[in-house]
């Protein structure tokens, strides 16, 4: 469907006809609804606390169901509504999160120069078959750039174009983070990996 509106978008939900309003809420029923897990199991991951997790999605719903008028129809419902719940984060809920891991060790500088200098390789996901508080412990100390990549990447399997539609930021800079925050978090998780049977190889 499409909302008729003067000029600018407006900020606020524009006047509709009832007929428009059955229509407007259908769509939101039909591509933007189906997607609330999705929405969730991506805040918890990415706030560690399911009280939190659980306001920031209902948040993120009504802020989708608000703005639902500059919605494509049939477009990328689930990146469409991803990056509501990462700018609804960013607003709201980031002060209440932990302070990431230090990356002083790591050469933070270099995540952001070396984006377009190093040959990129996939292998296999550092989480793949570890779920369990180990990890999420270890997601939550990644810093908050690299864990929204992370769980976008590897959790909800969201392609690289999808992944810069939802954060914003060109790809090579999505696959230089990608690649360091795995290597981070192969660190954090040598022990448990070990301790499970995984091997955990380098880069």
Do not use: C
Not at 19 to 46: M, N, T
Not at 108 to 133: N, R, T, W
């Amino acid at each position: 469907m499409e909302i008729r509106t003067r000029g600018r978008k407006p900020k606020k939900m524009p006047e509709m006809t009832p007929e428009e309003k059955v229509e407007y809420d259908a769509l939101f029923q039909r591509e933007i609804a189906p997607h609330a897990s999705s929405v969730y199991h991506f805040a918890l991951r990415l706030v560690g606390d399911r009280a939190t997790a659980q306001d920031l999605t209902q948040e993120t719903l009504f802020r989708a169901y608000r703005f639902l008028y500059q919605y494509k129809p049939s477009t990328n419902a689930k990146a469409w509504v991803f990056r509501i719940l990462r700018n609804t984060f960013i607003n709201h809920y980031r002060k209440a999160v932990k302070q990431p891991y230090s990356l002083e060790a790591h050469n933070e500088q270099s995540l952001y120069d070396a984006e377009d200098v190093y040959a990129y390789h996939h292998y296999q996901d550092p989480v793949e078959g570890l779920f369990g508080d180990e990890v999420t412990q270890a997601l939550m100390q990644l810093p908050e750039d690299f864990r929204m990549i992370v769980i976008l990447a590897d959790v909800e399997g969201l392609t690289y174009k999808e992944i810069s539609q939802v954060l914003g930021i060109p790809i090579g800079t999505i696959r230089s983070r990608l690649h360091r925050a795995r290597k981070i978090l192969r660190e954090l998780l040598a022990d448990y990996a070990a301790k499970q049977g995984y091997e955990v190889q380098g880069d």
